[in-house]
């Protein structure tokens, strides 16, 4: 233990999970060296780094402070979870499998993986290890050496969904996957993780869902690798629905390779402190990126957003279209950064932010960043925040719509094109439901 403090802080939170660490040293089973390698590094680069402050310019305008100082336990190893916390996140026979995770767990008796259709292996972490693909990538696209709460999630996953589409291969169905935190008389911690490997010339689509169960504290520190295969396609759906005492993580780090097509659909829609970190390489020629994003938040609630396109080849594309709606007292944050390298000409790339402020006291940070070191580019960006619109507010209730009816149709057409994106239709309608729940109190008075 001592090997691991002397790198880092004398900070007691800090201390708390490298001693955690060190006594599930030696109840974790052994796995491959490369792994064993990376998780001590992620301890002590964690121990080096400590939580990040407001002092660091990436949370200048968000504090973890809560999640810094809770002393969140190991969540159970055993914990049930009842067929009725899962309504409306599974899908039954319209997708390719269902994994379900509890506390990042994976749980055979709640999934559906018996009719894998050919062409895809899904997982988890144990049967995956003796796998070369896997070693090679698991790990190796989100590093922890700039992200603390990477480096927690590295250091202490037990558990991960991999999945593996082979070169060529189409499913039609989504593949869904479903992780579960659970509160209990104690404030507990689950890492989840996601392997995603897809082929050259492989189509897919994958749901990647987080949701809260019971009345305790609890803090879900998330990541996802995806690798991008040349020609392949990934549509990738992301929903948050964490309860108002939840906590949540996540890092979204995708890889793509010529002529890729990668599509991120992100929904966060509930939770105390809610950060995404969402970070994309354009690592060949021809590729195509779509960021698309949706948050609603209410309360004290906090979201931060921040992305990062990563332009290092020529003729790339990417389109970026985030929404937020915050009603009492919360917080949304975004930034957006795109960068250009020296050798990606012919880039075009399109960044658009829009917040709506339902109250007075609700407050939005949006930071737009182009880094651009070539010259044969096309690149934009857009912010813009406001109010619901007086002279449609007007119209509407002219015509004798009342006033909480004319606020909501406003809100959900402000929201509506992102939803209308989502070609899934069971994700879609259940996401119409879900942003009319999520929908803040401020806007139906």
Known sequence: ????????????????????????????????????????????????LGFPTTADEDFRFTSVAPIATTPFDRAPEHTSVAGADLTGHLYGSATAAELVFVNGRFQLALSSVAAVPAGVTVSGLAEA??????????????????????????????????????????????????????GGSTPTVSY?????????????TIIESHIGVGDGTYFSCAVTEAVVGPSASVDHYRVQLERSHGY??????????????????????????????????????????TLNGLYVADGDTLVDNHTIIDHAMPHCGSHEVYKGILGGRARGVFNGKIIVRE???????????????????AQINTKPQLEIFADDVKCTHGATIGQLDADAMF??????????????MLIRSFAGDLVARVKFEPLRKRLECWLLAAIPADAVK
């Open 129 to 182: 290890l003796d796998t070369p693909e896997v070693l090679a990538w698991l790990t190796r696209l989100a590093p922890s050496e700039s992200s603390a709460f990477t480096a927690l999630n590295t250091a202490f996953f037990e558990d991960a969904a991999v999945l593996r589409i082979a070169r060529g291969a189409v499913i039609d169905a989504p593949i869904n996957i479903v992780f579960v935190s659970t």
């Open 192 to 204: 989840p993780r996601i392997l995603i490997v897809a082929g050259e010339q492989s189509q897919s």
């Open 1 to 48: 233990m001592s090997q691991v403090v002397e790198q880092g802080t004398s900070s007691p939170h800090v201390e708390r999970y490298v001693a955690s660490f060190e006594a599930l040293k030696d109840r974790r089973p052994a796995g491959p060296a490369a792994l064993e390698q990376a998780r001590q590094v992620a301890i002590a680069r964690f121990a080096a």
């Open 343 to 361: 050798d990606a000409q012919k880039t075009d790339a399109k960044q658009t932010n829009k917040a709506l402020l339902l109250s007075g006291a």
């Open 248 to 289: 949540h993580y996540c890092r979204l780090q995708v890889q793509a390779d010529r002529k890729a097509t990668f599509l991120s659909h992100a929904f966060s829609l509930g939770g105390a402190i809610v950060r995404n970190d969402l970070g994309a390489v354009l690592g060949g020629e021809g590729v195509d990126c």
């Open 395 to 408: 119209y509407l209730q002219a015509r004798g719509i009342t006033r909480a009816d004319a606020r909501s």
